[in-house]
Structures are given as structure tokens and as C-alpha cells.
């Protein structure tokens, strides 16, 4: 019995002699005067247990223990390896039905021996720059190279993503490089479905950015930047007019950073439940799991609602922006080679000036071929009997060496032989005789 409980039994018995009136009682008790009655009643038939709660030393009936087991031995499933309390309480919430709270989860995994609690550790402090005010002011790019199916594909997939700094929107895809026409695949289809963003926040990497090359003993440090030619990205997104400014730490563009960390701990584990295995249903479950779940939790409101995203206007071409652009020269014979495959220019297309000028030929994300002059496009076919090269002179052999061959039947000559063995006139002799016949 609790000091509580002995208090209330001391004031009723004082009530119950007579001692104190009942309203006194009542007030000091901090009850009504017909609950007060019903407590008296209770006293005179069961005596001083009468004070203590019926439920004390019962089980509640709101107990966990046998919800807590359940939930521990689904997440000791190899699937929910590695799952944290956040992520544990939400698949046990829509997959099983338990609703549970992520401390409560965090409690059950740390008595089930599923998770560790961290220490927490000094680290130092970066400062956060502020989001930008309006959506498509700034969208930070760039690529996580990652084991994303945990060795269930063949094939290794790339994280391309595109998060927008005012509102942390994501806009990603699987691909199988980190290449110019896989991050470019990605340009379309954000610019289709979002419009021209004003910048594009990405790392130094070389798709971005030609870099200047310079001898490894060379310190750089007194010379003057030279103006390289830009990337084939680089030059899609000045076609397209969106600029591009490069950053100089990781902690620089540390919204797409966390993203990825994100990623790399949900929509691994996600895929892993879904059992993805390739290619096409990683992107499957990125569009309609992932990207949908981020969209909700995840994004905020800009702090101004105008967009500064730009629409596609009839100057620009998505088609042509966003391909290997390249310059040849027009032959005599309106012919162009690019990568060992020789095009011919049809009669139509053959304008003045043409003959020796230069023209921008594109090679298009979708295999074709786009050759344009100026500003009008010209139609090209590709030469499949193409005339096969000059064979290389094989050298001949003179006649003479051949008919000294065949008749010495290759032997060695010797008409010399035993020449100096005939002696000759001693050197006097033959001063005389050279002045005789003068």
C-alpha cells in the first residue's frame, strides 16, 4: 500500500467515526460527496484493501510483450537485415499491421539484440547554406556508383539524380555507365517534365568540364587559366540555356550527398524486399515506390511559389541539343566520313558553298545521324558498298640480280677467285711501263 493509499484509508476512517463531517471529507479527498459514499461503502464491505486500485498487480490489457516477440521475429528475417527503428516501424505498420511508434520499435530491436545504439560523435560543424527561394533556381547533379541489388544482377547500375535546392523534388534514374548519353537520357526527361531550370549544381567531373592538361612537374600556379572547349553536356546545356557552376567540396552540394545516403539505406533495402534484380525493375520500383514516398516525406515548400523553371521555346530542340555533336568538312563529291561510316548527300539537299564547307553533324541518343548546314538540315544516306582500299606495292626484283640468281643457282660468285695469287709487276716496272705508253 502506497503513502497515498494509507492517507485516503486514514481520512475515510475519520468519516466513518464520525470524527470529520463528510463534505470536510469529501474536500480533503478532492471528490464529489456521492463518490465519496460510494468509497465509504466499499470500506465497510471489503475493509482497507478497499483503498487500493482492483487492477493493481494485473497485466494491462494494452501489454506489448506478445506484439513485441511477433515484431522481433519478423524483423530477424534476413530481408530486414540491416533496417533501422524508422524504417523497421514503417514496414511494420503497412506490411503487418503492428503500429508501433520508432521508439517503441528502436526498444523492441535493442532487447532483440537487432540494434546498437551509437554513441554520439564530435564531428565538425559545416555551416548550411540556405535554400534557394524558388523552384528551379538551382538543381544539384550528380551520380552514386553503389551495390544497389546486393549482387543479385549481372549487371552494375549508376544513380543518376537531380534534386532541386528550394524544394528537394528528386528526379532519378538506374543506368548501367556514367556516361555523357545515359546523364543526358536524364536531361530530357527532367526538362520535358519540369522545364529549363536557371543552374545546374554539379561536381568537377569530366563530363561536365574539359580539364586543362599540364605536365605533372608543372606548378600551374603562375599561369593563366586557358579557355577549354566545353564537354558535349556542357555545350547541350549552353544550347539549351541553362547555366552550370561546378562545386569545389562535396559539402558544397551536400543536398544530393544525403540523398544518396538515403538512398543507399532505404531503396537498397526497399529493392531487396521487392526482390529487384534488374535493370528495368530497379527504375520500375524507383518511379512508383521510391520517387512517390520521397515526394511526400521529403519535400518542402519554396519560400516564394513562382517557378523559375523555363518552357522549351520553338529555338530549341531536345533532339539535337542532346546528342555527340561534331564538325566535318563536305568532300568533293558531297561525301562526309564519321566514325569509319562514309554519308552521302542527297541531289535535293546540295546547296551553293557547300562543296568544302564545314557541317554539324549529330549523332542522336536514338542511333541516327542529323547533318545540318547553317540552319537547315541536310539528308544523308550511308554508303554500304563502300570502295575497299588500295593494296600496298610488293616490290619486284631486277632482272639482273634475278638472272644472277638463276644462274649461279644462288650461289655466291666466284670470278674472283685466286685473282691475287698471280703475282704482278714490282713498282719501278711499272712506273716505266706507265711512262712508255705516254
Known sequence: MTQLERDRLVTLKKIQKKLIKQQAGAEELQVTARHLRRLLERLK?????SVIHGLKGKPSHRRMEETEKEAVKILSADVYRGFGPTLASEYLRDEHGIQASKETVRQWMLRGKLWRAQRDKMVEVHLWRPRRSRSGEMVQWDTSEHDWLEGRGEEKLYLIAMIDDATSRLWARFAPHDSTAENMQLLWSYVEKFGRPLLFYTDQAGLFQTAEKRRRDEPGVDKDRVEMPPTQIGRALKELGIAWCAARSPQAKGRVER???????RLVKGMRKAEVKTLEQANQYLQEHY??????????????????????DRSHCLAASLSHVETRQVRNDYTLRLDAQLYQIERSSIVSGLRGADVRVEKRLDGSVAV?????????????????????????ETPAASNRKRRSGGKKSDWMKDFLKTPGPSLKKAIAISNATS
Not at 464491505?45 to 484493501?49: L, M, P, R, T, V
Open 291 to 312: 520517387l512517390v514516398w520521397w515526394e511526400q516525406a521529403m519535400t518542402v515548400e519554396p519560400s516564394h511559389a513562382e517557378d523559375a523553371h523555363r518552357p522549351l
Open 372 to 396: 545540318r548546314f547553317g540552319e537547315r538540315y541536310l539528308t544523308v544516306t550511308a554508303l554500304t558498298d563502300t570502295p575497299p582500299p588500295r593494296p600496298s606495292p610488293v616490290p619486284k
Open 45 to 49: 464491505q471489503e475493509g482497507d484493501k
Open 259 to 265: 540523398t544518396f545516403g538515403t538512398a543507399q539505406d
